[in-house]
């Protein structure tokens, strides 16, 4: 696999390096970037000059320098390669490990991605073509975000399913987590969520739709004629249910909603209730 071969490779190189420094802030900038292009191309013009024998004698006074950067660990990786290490986490917990290796034939040359063990389904060759020869900082960044906010909104409806899955009668999901649709279990009505996250780097959606039906309105829907226009349900949107998807985290925000249903649904339905 290649998760498995990389992280090997990762694992030697980061074990090979005499110092790993923690960077923040301005610190993290595109002359460092550069710095390291250029350290890794020097490598890899040295080692095809030299000789075996001279090899192990001047790679002992080579400083190999592992940078931390927030949640990627960036290092050289044999030949013209910089491997960066992104490490997620949720709630203060490690999760997955994802790698990213970026390749130039030559100090002058745009880089480009090598290889990868990204989720196929997150776009790392549209940023790729975006960023990648125009802002390499702003890329490694980017792939960041993307994959820590992926899992954090899969790890968040990982959650509401394991403290709420039998209260939830259905739910379904994209591959990335950017589009959640689930229905509560309720006796007194049915309510349907749909969230959206059009940004791929966002863990709260930004486009909600939370619509409630009176049962007795639902039921009715599916006994009267076919012709019987004015018997269809008129759904009404839960404004603050909406209000806590977009403001807190999922699990949070279910039950919130939970909390609050029964005193909004008969705000909302006691006068359409049949005398």
Same mark, same amino acid.
């Given at each position: 696999?290649?998760?498995?071969?990389?992280?090997?490779?990762?694992?030697?190189?980061?074990?090979?390096?005499?110092?790993?420094?923690?960077?923040?802030? #301005?610190?993290?900038?595109?002359? /460092?970037?550069?710095?390291?292009?250029?350290?890794?191309?020097?490598?890899?013009?040295?080692?095809?000059?030299?000789?075996?024998?001279?090899?192990?004698?001047?790679?002992?006074?080579?400083? $190999?320098?592992?940078?931390?950067?927030?949640?990627?660990?960036?290092?050289?990786?044999?030949?013209?390669?910089?491997?960066?290490?992104?490490?997620?986490?949720?709630?203060?917990?490690?999760?997955?490990?994802?790698?990213?290796?970026?390749?130039? $034939?030559?100090?002058?040359?745009?880089?480009?991605?090598? #290889?990868?063990?990204?989720?196929?389904?997150?776009?790392?060759?549209?940023?790729?073509?975006?960023?990648?020869?125009?802002?390499?900082?702003?890329?490694?960044?980017?792939?960041?975000?993307?994959?820590?906010?992926?899992?954090?909104?899969?790890?968040?409806?990982?959650?509401?399913?394991?403290? =709420?899955?039998?209260?939830?009668?259905?739910?379904?999901?994209?591959? &990335? =987590?950017?589009?959640?649709?689930?229905?509560?279990?309720?006796?007194?009505? $049915?309510?349907?969520?749909?969230?959206?996250? &059009?940004?791929?780097?966002?863990?709260?959606?930004?486009?909600?739709?939370?619509?409630?039906?009176?049962?007795?309105? =639902? $039921?009715?829907?599916?006994?009267?004629?076919?012709?019987?226009?004015?018997?269809? &349900?008129?759904?009404?949107?839960?404004?603050?249910? #909406?209000?806590?998807?977009?403001?807190?985290?999922? &699990? #949070?925000? =279910?039950?919130?909603?939970?909390?609050? /249903?029964?005193?909004?649904?008969?705000?909302?339905?006691?006068?359409?209730?049949?005398?």
């Amino acid at each position: 696999m290649i998760f498995e071969r990389l992280q090997k490779e990762f694992e030697a190189a980061r074990a090979s390096q005499s110092q790993e420094i923690n960077l923040d802030g #301005e610190q993290w900038n595109d002359g /460092l970037l550069a710095t390291i292009r250029e350290q890794v191309h020097m490598e890899a013009d040295r080692k095809a000059t030299s000789g075996d024998a001279n090899d192990m004698l001047t790679s002992h006074f080579q400083e $190999k320098v592992t940078y931390r950067v927030g949640n990627k660990v960036i290092c050289c990786l044999e030949g013209t390669r910089i491997g960066i290490l992104y490490e997620t986490s949720f709630a203060g917990e490690p999760c997955e490990l994802y790698h990213c290796v970026l390749e130039s $034939k030559s100090f002058l040359e745009k880089m480009t991605v090598l #290889e990868h063990t990204i989720p196929f389904f997150l776009p790392i060759r549209e940023v790729e073509n975006d960023l990648l020869s125009s802002n390499a900082m702003r890329f490694i960044d980017h792939i960041g975000e993307l994959l820590q906010a992926y899992v954090d909104r899969r790890e968040q409806v990982r959650l509401v399913k394991e403290l =709420y899955g039998n209260q939830i009668g259905e739910l379904y999901h994209s591959l &990335p =987590y950017h589009m959640i649709e689930f229905v509560p279990e309720d006796s007194d009505c $049915k309510v349907t969520v749909s969230l959206r996250y &059009p940004d791929l780097v966002s863990v709260l959606p930004t486009r909600v739709k939370v619509l409630a039906w009176p049962m007795h309105q =639902y $039921k009715k829907s599916h006994t009267s004629s076919a012709g019987a226009m004015g018997s269809q &349900p008129i759904p009404a949107r839960l404004s603050y249910a #909406e209000d806590a998807l977009r403001t807190m985290s999922l &699990p #949070e925000a =279910y039950a919130e909603i939970v909390l609050n /249903l029964q005193q909004a649904l008969q705000q909302m339905f006691q006068g359409g209730s049949p005398s």
